[in-house]
């Protein structure tokens, strides 16, 4: 009798587990897909980094803590999933031929049309272009800083969780990325 | 105008029609307050907008069925494993065949050699018998009798 309520103890905790978990991967799913993405430019390596990114998740599901908000944990584990990825792909020989990331002129093809005119729309994506040509000529620790703050809009300290570096060196990381890519953006006008 | 009322604006002509939430709002840290209302911040804001859009349309992409990809790749594979094959086989056979036929070729070189030799030593053991032979021969002409007179006349003739 003792044994089977344990068990049946057991089972409900792993259910309510598992629709935690299942709420986790509705809720964040897109925004971890939209920080792959636009540190790596390439949809398929996105979606396959964001399905590891889950999988690594959900084999850890247990030791989350809640420390930090589980969108932070899950940010964490994209970021070192993004980190070994360029680092196994220094070691390909074959990497030129491999990358399937969309160029800038594609990638800057996005922007909502709304009301603007065609010349304000032309501006803007020319803008959007310049912008991504000069995060991609930021270093790694630079880029990821630059993409959470302008792109997810995390706060300081949530990036500071998130990369597990200190306030103060993503602040330094962060000013000189701005400074580069407004460096950038200024030469080319 | 504030930092926010800034960005709200530039958010509002983008997206026309498009609920827009409080937390869209891009909240100002100490290093961006240099950056509210100026051309820069503007191009971050089309960069934000850019990238949520582009993601938001590949989010919601209907995806291919993996198993059509794996069973290419699985053909793909198998293919340059076969060619990979027929290459190797076809690249070790020449250079087994031409292996074999040098090998054949040394074999041949030899036994011609050594028939050669095997000839060169009958001719001359037939040619030391034939010498024999005469010696023998020559030595017979002159009985033993007659060998003192022998004698004398080849000693006469070297005087």
Redo the contacts between chains.
Sequence with gaps: MTKATAEEIAGRELETAAQEFASVVASHRPQIFRFLLSSTRDVDLAETLTQECFLKAHRNWGSFRGDSSAMTWLMRIAINLQKDYWRNRRMQFWRHTQTNSVDMDEASEWLPSGERSAEQQLLAREQVGRVWESVKGLSERQRTVFLLRYVEEQELSEIARATGLSEGTVKAHLSRAVAKVRAELGGKR | MSFNEEFAGERD????G?ELRKD?V??P???DLS?VGT??A???E??????????????SRP?TAVKTVRQRSWRLAAGWALGCVLVAGSVSGGIYERHHRQELARIAAAQQAEQQRVAREQRAREEEDLLAKVDSEVSREVPSAMEPLAQLMAEDETK
């Design positions: 002509g983008l997206k026309a498009a869209e891009l909240r840290i100490d290093g950056l051309e820069f503007q191009a971050l089309n960069f934000r907008l850019s990238i949520h859009a582009w993601s938001e349309a590949e989010y995806r």
